[in-house]
């Protein structure tokens, strides 16, 4: 299972980015998908699941009204919309998939079971 995490970069307070993850070596669609990040000194944190199907979500508080996760079961990639971002976004995010026997969706480390290599996220003020 490979997970490859892109679209980070460097942006102002209050722009926007789209994080995508490309899955391979996994029927995508039996996964339940997740963001996390570790800012530098820190302990990696929730950002936001999503269900194998896509119709549940559930998000980080931090976050909450500000980033969207999706997925596109054809293309076998998991998305972050990330609007209004702040100094405090700035972080290492990554993804990580589970296999999921039910459609809910999963918001701990320990949960998961594969993971990605993780995109720089910096929020410039």
């Known amino acids: 299972v490979q997970l490859q995490a892109s679209g980070g970069g460097l942006v102002q307070a209050g722009g926007s980015l789209r994080l995508s993850c490309a899955a391979s070596g996994l029927t995508f669609g039996n996964y339940a998908m997740g963001w996390f990040r570790q800012a530098p000194g820190k302990e990696r944190d929730f950002v936001a699941a999503?269900?194998?199907?896509?119709?549940?979500?559930y998000y980080a508080d931090s976050v909450k009204g500000r980033f969207t996760i999706s997925r596109d079961n054809a293309k076998n990639t998991v998305y972050l919309q990330m609007n209004k971002l702040k100094p405090e976004d700035t972080a290492v995010y990554s993804c990580a998939a589970r296999f999921a026997y039910r459609a809910t969706y999963y918001y701990t480390e320990a949960e998961y079971g594969y993971w990605g290599q993780g995109t720089q996220v910096t929020v410039s003020s």
């Open positions: 999503i269900s194998w199907s896509g119709v549940s979500t």
